[in-house]
């Protein structure tokens, strides 16, 4: 016969060092509601919040499907936003699967960063070096790319090389130690 009450799951780490009946971390609440959490279609998602949805289709990209991320408003904003910066029509987000910019959209949006700083690095990008004419894609947008781009932290471009190689003349340049 089935054993009626399972084993008890073993503390987490972080438990154990707060004692025996200490709260889990925040972050791990977080991640068992969300594993409780299946959203089967495009309307049950859209009751979520962005930020639980794009972490369950980060989490689970196999439900992604039922997700769809390329319909979701704030994605849509983002692009949206984008192309008008870039005086491009960036046209509707493409299908998760097989968009690096809907990845990128969503990554950002599980990352928690909310769509008010994506729209802000839109209009920041194009002082930003990184999204110079010829090399604008959504798929760029990394965390650390969206924190720099927020914080005003970029440098100048790199438009060449630091000087022409110089003649090494047959020498290894060890030639000036002396030896004793």
Do not use: C
């Amino acid at each position: 016969p089935p054993d009626p009450d399972p084993p008890p799951k073993p503390p987490s780490p972080r438990a154990a060092q707060d004692g025996p009946g200490a709260d889990p971390p925040e972050e791990e609440q977080q991640e068992a509601v969300l594993q409780q959490i299946s959203p089967t279609d495009l309307e049950s998602a859209l009751k979520l919040p962005p930020l639980a949805r794009a972490r369950i289709a980060e989490a689970r990209p196999g439900e992604a499907q039922w997700l769809v991320p390329q319909r979701w408003p704030e994605v849509e904003t983002v692009f949206r936003a984008f192309g008008a910066a870039w005086g491009l029509e960036l046209g509707s987000p493409g299908h998760y699967d097989r968009d690096a910019g809907t990845r990128a959209v969503v990554g950002a949006l599980a990352a928690g960063f909310t769509v008010e700083q994506l729209q802000q690095v839109a209009l920041k990008s194009a002082a930003n070096p990184l999204f110079r004419k010829g090399n604008r894609s959504l798929g760029m947008l990394t965390p650390e790319v969206i924190r720099r781009t927020l914080g005003g932290e970029f440098g100048a471009p790199r438009t060449s090389k630091t000087g022409p190689v110089q003649p090494s003349h047959g020498l290894t340049g060890w030639e000036s130690v002396d030896k004793k």
